[in-house]
């Protein structure tokens, strides 16, 4: 099973560029690297998800390099409401069952000063 | 479109109490998770259905833990007796998982915060 490492916190300014890098240096082959964002008192929602390369939504960007073993969620432009703990998930999306596992970790706890 | 609804959202027991927690899913979801949380700490996973087949429950703690899901829609997510420790927020979530890792990202409900006194 892939595990992740994240930082546990991270402080930035409203209008900064914030870039959350997650470790996970025993990724599989069939892993893919997805995002998440809790609010207090919230469920997790969705941000983005990759496989490979970049991927850029709306919301945020996912750079995965070529060895796979780190991913960095970049978001433009932070605001207050971004203050939120961050998630970094691995896990094979493909197969069903009980051989599908994903583990969350401790996340990371960004603040958004103004 | 109407969310993953949880109920209750609070709630507040003494041990040994029996308790019970209910999720509707994302109409048309067939995969619910529930998931508990403590505090400062990311989701564990208690268990996974596949509609109405459980095919990931070795984290559910089964002497006092149990869950169902019927017709393959609600779910319920029973505690008894209930414990200290069982003091958590329990998530529930839905994905639509249509295969080849299309349609996974999960749905959260908003959680129930259960104490346990």
């Known amino acids: 099973l892939a595990k992740t490492t994240q930082p546990i916190s991270m402080d930035s300014y409203e209008g900064q560029e914030v870039n959350i890098t997650c470790s996970h240096n025993?990724?599989?082959?069939?892993?893919?690297i997805t995002w998440y964002q809790q609010f207090p008192s919230q469920g997790p929602r969705f941000i983005i998800q990759?496989?490979?390369?970049?991927v850029t939504n709306e919301v945020a960007s996912l750079f995965i390099p070529a060895d796979r073993k780190s991913s960095t969620l970049s978001l433009p432009r932070v605001s207050l409401s971004d203050t939120a703990v961050y998630y970094c998930?691995?896990?094979?999306?493909?197969?069903?069952?009980?051989?599908?596992?994903?583990?969350w970790g401790l996340g990371t706890s960004l603040a958004v000063n103004p | 479109e109407a969310g993953v609804v949880q109920s209750p959202r609070y709630k507040i027991i003494e041990k040994k109490q029996p308790v019970a927690f209910w999720c509707n899913p994302i109409?048309?979801?067939?995969?619910l998770y529930w998931y508990l949380q403590n505090l400062g700490q990311g989701p564990e996973l208690l268990i996974r259905?596949?509609?109405?087949?459980?095919?990931?429950d070795s984290q559910l703690p089964k002497d006092r833990f149990s869950a169902e899901r019927l017709k393959g829609v609600d779910s319920t997510l029973k505690i008894q007796p209930a414990e200290l420790g069982d003091s958590a927020v329990y998530l529930c979530?839905?994905?639509?998982?249509?295969?080849?890792?299309?349609?996974?990202?999960?749905?959260f409900g908003p959680g129930t915060r259960l104490t346990v006194l």
């Open positions: 979530a839905s994905s639509l998982d249509l295969g080849a890792g299309v349609g996974n990202e999960q749905f």
């Open positions: 109409s048309g979801h067939n995969t």
């Open positions: 259905y596949e509609n109405e087949e459980a095919v990931d």
């Open positions: 025993n990724i599989a082959t069939n892993d893919y």
């Open positions: 990759g496989y490979k390369t970049k």
């Open positions: 998930l691995v896990g094979d999306m493909f197969v069903a069952g009980n051989n599908r596992k994903l583990i």
